[in-house]
């Protein structure tokens, strides 16, 4: 999503609206694959005398990851807040700011940002996932071929409380 700034620029202080969806590319993190949908995005801007430009609104999308008990789909509403400042002719590898060049504005890394900042610790199914179901080692698996790597762990457990 990009926010045209030639009129804030011209206007400074004045405040300019803006409204649009920005889609947000899957993200890794701590290992798990975490697909967020397009993202609402909702806000204002404004430029100083310097021609910084000034930005602040709300996000909203809803992410999808697996459940960190049981590995099925789980999906969790994402909103946050931001305002930010994006410098004139700044440094755009430079992680620690915001910075645009020429007439717009790319809120690419911010709306990115803020959505994974948002992001729960811990995605759930549903509040009260049991996790996976144990499962009897000497049952007969429902498919052929099937291991269960504790198997013999349960084994050696069997086998120490026997004595």
């Known amino acids: 999503m990009k926010l045209d700034?030639?009129?804030?620029?011209?206007?400074?202080?004045?405040?300019?609206?803006?409204?649009?969806?920005?889609?947000?590319?899957?993200?890794?993190?701590?290992?798990?694959?975490?697909?967020?949908?397009?993202?609402?995005?909702?806000?204002?801007?404004?430029?100083?005398?310097?021609?910084?430009?000034?930005?602040?609104?709300?996000?909203?999308?809803?992410?999808?990851?697996?459940?960190a008990n049981c590995l099925e789909e789980a999906q969790a509403e994402v909103m946050n807040?931001?305002?930010?400042?994006?410098?004139?002719?700044?440094?755009?590898?430079?992680?620690?700011?915001?910075?645009?060049?020429?007439?717009e504005v790319s809120l690419d890394k911010l709306v990115m940002s803020y959505a994974v900042m948002a992001l729960p610790i811990r995605f759930l199914c549903r509040e009260d996932c049991p996790g996976f179901e144990y499962r009897d080692p000497d049952a007969v698996p429902a498919e052929?071929?099937?291991?269960?790597?504790?198997?013999?762990l349960q084994q050696l457990l069997e086998n120490i409380e026997e004595v």
Do not use: W
């Open 5 to 67: 700034v030639s009129d804030a620029l011209s206007h400074p202080g004045q405040e300019y609206h803006f409204s649009g969806t920005q889609a947000i590319a899957d993200q890794e993190i701590t290992g798990d694959i975490v697909r967020l949908d397009e993202c609402l995005v909702d806000g204002c801007f404004m430029a100083d005398e310097d021609g910084n430009i000034a930005v602040k609104g709300k996000l909203r999308t809803v992410a999808h990851a697996p459940c």
């Open 81 to 103: 807040d931001f305002d930010e400042v994006f410098q004139r002719n700044g440094d755009p590898e430079d992680d620690e700011i915001f910075a645009y060049e020429g007439h």
């Open 144 to 152: 052929p071929g099937i291991q269960y790597p504790f198997a013999g």
